[in-house]
């Protein structure tokens, strides 16, 4: 008798395993389900429908107004017109003279270049001449009025925000990167502006040394 029941105890027991183990739809409940079975968010994704509707709204961006942290030269003015036209009278904050112009250069290389030119003159290989992929000249910034009178902080805001069909480059360049690569095209435009300047002075010398 004792053996019959430890019998019958035993596939009772399997029975109940082979049950509780076996798959279904309905798994039980767990303690905190939201731990337990993580939502993969993708970055930048809107809130989801449980967010919404407790009233919460998180797209996964920071605050307005964050500074990003070890960033020694916060920039504040927004992305509209009037932020643009403040970004005027905005200094570069990295003393000129420390700045490497090597690494300044190399730096707009990477990011600019294809567009702008090594030479700075527009012409990068997306232009190529007109026959690269973009049809429309990239600014040229040397040698060309406009950008040589833009302000070096509204040239920074510009490749901050992105300008007409040019994009930001706030994620591919820090902002001391960013006051760097200005100083680089500053550099530029005002060797340029210097160099016909020195050629009228020696054409001036020249004709004055004629008897």
Known sequence: M???????????????????????????????????????????????????????????RPVNGAIARGDAFPYLLKHDSAGYAQSAFVKNPLNIDSIDLKEAERLYL???????????????????????????????????????????????HSITYGKGQMGSYASQLNTKQRWEVVAYIKSKQAKKAAAP???ATAAADTTAAKP
Do not use: Q, W
């Open 2 to 60: 004792k053996k019959l029941f430890v019998i019958t105890f035993c596939t009772v027991a399997v029975a109940v395993t082979v049950v509780s183990c076996g798959s279904s739809d309905k798994p039980g409940r767990a303690y905190m389900p939201d731990m337990s079975y993580s939502v993969a968010y993708e970055t930048y994704a809107p809130s989801d429908e449980r967010l919404k509707a407790s009233g919460a709204s998180y797209n996964h």
């Open 110 to 156: 990477v990011n600019c270049g294809i567009c702008h030119g090594a030479k700075l003159d527009g012409n990068g290989p997306l232009f190529n001449g007109g026959e690269g992929p973009y049809t429309a000249k990239p600014a040229t910034l040397v040698n060309d009025a406009k950008y040589e009178a833009m302000t070096e902080g509204t040239m920074f």
């Open 197 to 199: 300047a020195a050629g």
